[in-house]
């Protein structure tokens, strides 16, 4: 199985303010023979898949509608996956008209069943206080059940939440912790947030050779802010030049000194 990520809806450097609008798409594209013929004694997973199957379009044609009958079918039988999937659908239009609060009921379910997507989400709707009173404190705890579970984006969002004190005591050691987690699974907005703790020295030493090198992390994977704070780190003389590469939306592959050589 992976997963499809829809376009988020907003981002930041320090809170997101994205659901995690994904739906998983079919494991390995199944060829048609694998797609499921349900009957009567056909199970909440096998509902689920098919209903993946049309709204993937994968060996049958794509049909949303079908999709969320199917996903329904499957969610009305407490399955979870289904729950996330149909409070997705509602929450971004997808077939059905936009409805926030159902939407939130059915991540409110599947959250309470354990499924890390749905409690993510809830945070960031108790964040944003979408069609509830915004709460940190409810939003820090659905977030944190789904980073304890390894979903890297509330991992990040957890430590900024002690990066920044928000809902919690600022705490920059616990911040970095779960930069850290979520930094090893690969999300560059948690290499960037690391880099910044080592360029400011907020809790930890003062260091701008790692804060490069986290910076560089962020910037190796296309984050534009990681590779101007490169930029800035030697142009204050922080760090030596000496081959380091630049990226940028205008010019890639480009070391510090030949953009110097170029505007002399």
């Given at each position: 199985?992976?997963?499809?990520?829809?376009?988020?809806?907003?981002?930041?450097?320090?809170?997101?303010?994205?659901?995690?609008?994904?739906?998983?798409a079919s494991a390995c594209s199944a060829e048609s023979s694998n797609i499921p013929v349900l009957s009567d004694q056909s199970t909440p997973n096998e509902m689920y898949e098919l209903g993946l199957a049309y709204y993937e379009g994968d060996s049958v044609p794509q049909d949303y509608?079908?999709?969320?009958?199917?996903f329904k079918r499957a969610a009305d039988q407490d399955y979870a996956p289904a729950k996330y999937d149909l409070g997705t659908m509602y929450y971004e239009g997808i077939a059905v008209e936009k409805d926030y609060k159902k939407a939130f009921k059915w991540f409110q379910q599947a959250a309470n069943q354990g499924y890390s997507k749905a409690q993510f989400n809830l945070g960031v709707m108790y964040h944003e206080g979408i069609t509830v009173e915004k709460d940190d404190l409810k939003t820090f705890k659905w977030l944190q059940r789904s980073a304890n579970q390894g979903?890297?984006?509330?991992?990040?969002?957890?430590?900024v939440m002690y990066h920044e004190g928000i809902g919690v005591e600022q705490d920059y050691k616990k911040a970095m912790q779960?930069?850290?987690?979520?930094?090893?699974?690969?999300?560059?907005v948690a290499q960037f947030n690391i880099g910044?703790?080592?360029e400011?020295?907020?809790?930890?030493?003062?260091?701008?050779?790692?804060?490069?090198?986290?910076?560089k992390k962020a910037a190796d994977q296309g984050n534009q802010e990681a590779s101007n704070?490169?930029?800035?780190?030697?142009?204050?003389?922080?760090?030596?030049?000496?081959?380091?590469?630049?990226?940028?939306?205008?010019e890639t592959g480009l070391t510090l000194g030949d953009i110097e050589k170029m505007s002399q």
């Open positions: 199985m992976y997963q499809r990520r829809i376009t988020p809806l907003i981002q930041s450097l320090l809170i997101a303010t994205m659901l995690s609008s994904s739906l998983i509608k079908e999709a969320f009958s199917l979903d890297a984006d509330a991992q990040h969002h957890i430590g779960w930069y850290t987690k979520a930094a090893d699974q690969g999300l560059d910044d703790l080592y400011h020295g907020y809790g930890v030493p003062q260091d701008y050779d790692k804060a490069f090198e986290w910076y704070r490169i930029g800035r780190l030697v142009m204050n003389g922080k760090i030596d030049d000496k081959d380091i590469v630049i990226y940028s939306t205008q």
